[in-house]
């Protein structure tokens, strides 16, 4: 069992709406750990302070015995004194900066459920089975305006949307103040252990405790934010793919002898991979297989494997080529850029069986890590553009 999990982000872009009530689970679904992690650096900033304090009302008693005459003055002990209530200062300003920081998170994402939800209240959604361009969606979406209100929360999602990578630079700001605090303490707890301490010799015990403990309990926030810049960094992935989604227009199908030879031609206008050299023919996977591809572009790390078909695949097809896929995948470690299914005969519009479907979107190719995920597409050419479900963005 991970001590901290991993969120796996897919690029596959079902529509606007859709990722939106993803993303909307998601961020449900990571509720408890955000709770979890304000209640650790609330215990953690008040444990280290009380311990600080008591650390400086020590130091405090020793000046006011050396007043009365009662004590002697010793100057490394004013020194330790002045390092205590550098402490305690420091201490005290990372805390309240901290849980700021955490505070402005929370309602952040307290702001991102109430929008995303009302859009799942809208009974906004539905899934479509076929591939749409950005310019369609948007006219939907305009349109969609007009006759439910909710659709209006997409323009204010969006602008929420823009502040994530804001909420990524406050949560570092957060781990690295936090590391500091919990180094902090935990300095102080060496010193005292060892009596460097004005607190009262009965009271060492309590106090060499009391930073222990607070050092623990920052270091386990200071996990718990490392996870939730994990999160975020899938949120804004998730984001970046939508946007995407949003403003690319249909791709223009290129000249080319053939269906396939101008798949390869439109993959290497969009630039996705360096190496241009098109091969055809076996890859051997990790299981020692031989797999046969139509086209092969790129290399490890950045390649396109397209198998055509004279129709739509079927869900036994596209089984086949994931499994292929997935074992070249393992064998050299990468994920492929893209997996495609190109269809090079039909008429209409992409239009795939309901299983089919589910398939494309529930079953892609993780890496080694699990934190990233390969969709299938299956391509068709329509009217001069290509069609492609899903959009997905490597």
């Not at 992690?37 to 600080?52: D, F, K, Q």
């Not at 799942?120 to 950005?134: L, V």
């Not at 890496?367 to 001069?384: H, K, N, P, T, W």
């Amino acid at each position: 069992m991970r001590l901290l999990r991993t969120f796996t982000t897919s690029d596959a872009v079902e529509g606007a709406v859709e990722v939106r009530l993803e993303l909307s689970e998601a961020l449900h679904a990571y509720r408890s750990r955000l709770r979890l992690l304000a209640l650790a650096l609330i215990l953690g900033v008040l444990l280290t302070l009380s311990a600080m304090f008591l650390q400086v009302a020590g130091y405090a008693g020793w000046i006011v015995e050396w007043i009365d005459g009662t004590g002697s003055l010793d100057y490394l002990w004013a020194l330790l004194g002045l390092m205590y209530t550098a402490f305690f200062v420091i201490s005290l300003s990372i805390g309240i900066a901290v849980l700021l920081f955490m505070g402005m998170m929370r309602r952040y994402f307290s702001l991102m459920r109430a929008r995303y939800g009302t859009i799942a209240g809208g009974g906004m959604g539905r899934p479509f089975k076929r591939s749409k361009g950005p310019r369609d969606g948007k006219k939907e979406e305009e349109a969609g305006m007009v006759r439910d209100p909710a659709r209006m929360l997409l323009s204010l999602a969006r602008e929420a949307e823009e502040e994530v990578p804001q909420v990524d630079d406050l949560l570092k700001y957060s781990t690295t103040f936090t590391l500091l605090l919990a180094m902090i303490s935990l300095l102080a707890a060496g010193l005292t252990l060892f009596g460097i301490s004005h607190v009262p010799e009965e009271n060492l015990d309590a106090v060499t405790l009391a930073h222990a403990v607070s050092c623990v309990v920052l270091a386990f926030a200071v996990l718990l934010q490392v996870e939730a810049q994990r999160f975020v960094t899938h949120f804004i992935t998730r984001v970046s793919a939508l946007e995407a989604f949003e403003t690319q227009g249909p791709m223009p199908v290129p000249e080319g002898k053939d269906t396939l030879d101008r798949f390869a031609n439109s993959v290497m206008v969009k630039g996705l991979v360096e190496d241009g050299e098109r091969t055809s023919g076996d890859l051997v996977g990790a299981s020692g297989q031989k797999y046969s591809f139509d086209l092969v572009l790129g290399g490890p790390g950045e390649r396109v494997l397209v198998r055509t078909y004279e129709g739509v695949p079927g869900i036994d097809q596209a089984r086949d080529l994931r499994t292929a896929a997935e074992d070249v995948a393992h064998k050299e470690d990468e994920l492929p850029l893209r997996v495609v299914a190109l269809v090079t005969k039909g008429a209409g519009d992409l239009d795939v069986d309901e299983i089919v479907y589910d398939y494309l979107m529930e079953h892609p190719i993780l890496d080694d890590a699990g934190e990233r995920a390969r969709s299938l597409q299956i391509v068709f050419e329509v009217e001069g553009y290509y069609s492609v479900l899903p959009f997905t963005v490597p």
